[in-house]
T-cell receptor, first 110, second 113 residues
């Protein structure tokens, strides 16, 4: 099956710092989403981004499907950004299920 | 527009009992997915259903686990004769169609004692 690897696995930032999270996948994909799982366990939709670049406030994402990776940028990080960030991909071939990456655990210090 | 509703939020079962987890998709969504998350781990795909059909159950254990999404009513994930290893958070997601984004519920935390 498809492999979805995220890096770095863990990240500690000081409030106000910027960061880049990476998602690599091993096969062609139709769709890609980024999620934030907050400390209470809720999964928050960040981006639905099969290709191209999108921005939402301090967050932006870029997917280069032909090179099989996606990047999530967090600028001016806040303590509320803490949690785990997951990418999830849907393979081009298959039954349209989304496979989740390994996650990046982010802690933002005040 | 209400989001994906899962209940119960927390469920405690003794070993050997049955667990029933419910998921009501967002209005207008006919595709439902179930995922399991063990403590400190990622989300693992279990099953993908459309109304009255199981599309992909490749991630679901062959024994004790079953899922349904009837024409009327919520999707149900059923775990028979639970064991301690079934303790996890179970998340449901829904979408409108193929090639559509997933929207997740808040999950059901199952604890087997």
């Amino acid at each position: 099956g498809i492999q979805v690897e995220q890096s770095p696995p863990d990240l500690i930032l000081q409030e106000g710092a910027n960061s880049t999270l990476r998602c690599n996948f091993s096969d062609s994909v139709n769709n890609l989403q980024w999620f934030h799982q907050n400390p209470w366990g809720q999964l928050i939709n960040l981006f639905y981004i099969p290709s191209g670049t999108k921005q939402n406030g301090r967050l932006s994402a870029t997917t280069v499907a032909t090179e099989r990776y996606s990047l999530l940028y967090i600028s001016s990080s806040q303590t509320t950004d803490s949690g785990v960030y997951f990418c999830a991909v849907e393979r081009t071939s298959g039954t349209y299920k989304y496979i989740f990456g390994t996650g990046t655990r982010l802690k933002v210090l005040a | 527009n209400a989001g994906v509703m899962q209940n119960p939020r927390h469920l405690v079962r003794r070993r050997g009992q049955e667990a029933r987890l419910r998921c009501s998709p967002m209005k207008g969504h006919s595709h439902v997915y179930w995922y399991r998350q063990l403590p400190e781990e990622g989300l693992k795909f279990m099953v993908y259903l459309q109304k009255e059909n199981i599309i992909d159950e490749s991630g679901m254990p062959k024994e004790r686990f079953s899922a349904e999404f009837p024409k009327e009513g919520p999707s149900i994930l059923r775990i028979q004769q639970v064991v301690r290893g079934d303790s996890a958070a179970y998340f449901c997601a829904s979408s409108t169609d193929y090639n559509s984004p997933l929207h997740f519920g808040n999950g059901t935390r199952l604890t087997v004692t």
